[in-house]
């Protein structure tokens, strides 16, 4: 037995000292001083314990407890505001869970849509920004005339050598 075990059995040994774990907890006491240290101050507490006595409750105690009582009861309810307040300062939160819960799906979907693309469904196609270089040939290619000039012009600026070799296309 270590001394973390002897003191949490200390207790039980001065309350039920004839218990199953007593007499572990008296050997590894006989061997130990600060566990002896600390069931001294263990018994020493219980016998200042059984010495006080607890006060009398004055005579007129109920009937004050019970005009306190009707004074409550007879006060009329706190607004919304104030109950609100009361309940936000002084509960344990347990009314609150359902709507965190809520809050928290919500933002997992938010969070797991943006991931997985969701912004991306049919229907919801952003427009795609393109190049001036890509936008220029789409130009170009929805204007055949445009290309049939470039063409001619290409041609024109190639050597003359070859002229008896075709005509110009138009």
């Keep these: 037995m270590n001394c973390r075990i002897c003191q949490t059995e200390m207790p039980e040994l001065l309350l039920a000292p004839a218990s199953a774990n007593s007499a572990a907890v008296r050997t590894h006491l006989d061997s130990c001083p600060d566990c002896q240290k600390e069931f001294a101050s263990f018994q020493s507490t219980f016998a200042l314990l059984d ?10 105690f ?30 344990t939160g347990r009314q609150f869970r359902p709507a965190l819960a809520g809050a928290m799906a919500v933002a997992l979907l938010v969070g797991g849509g943006t991931f997985a693309g969701i912004s991306t469904l049919p229907g919801h196609h952003d427009q795609v920004q393109s190049s001036a270089a890509v936008n220029d040939l789409q130009i170009l ?30």
């Design 51 to 60: 010495t006080w006595q607890a006060p009398e409750p004055s005579p007129y």
């Design 141 to 170: 290619d929805k204007n055949d005339q445009a290309l049939q000039q470039m063409d001619q012009l290409l041609q024109d600026d190639q050597p003359a050598d070859d002229n008896s070799a075709s005509p110009p296309q138009s």
């Design 62 to 91: 109920d009937q004050k407890l019970a005009v306190r009582l009707r004074e409550e009861q007879a006060m009329p309810p706190a607004g919304w505001v104030e109950r609100m307040k009361a309940r936000l300062l002084f509960n």
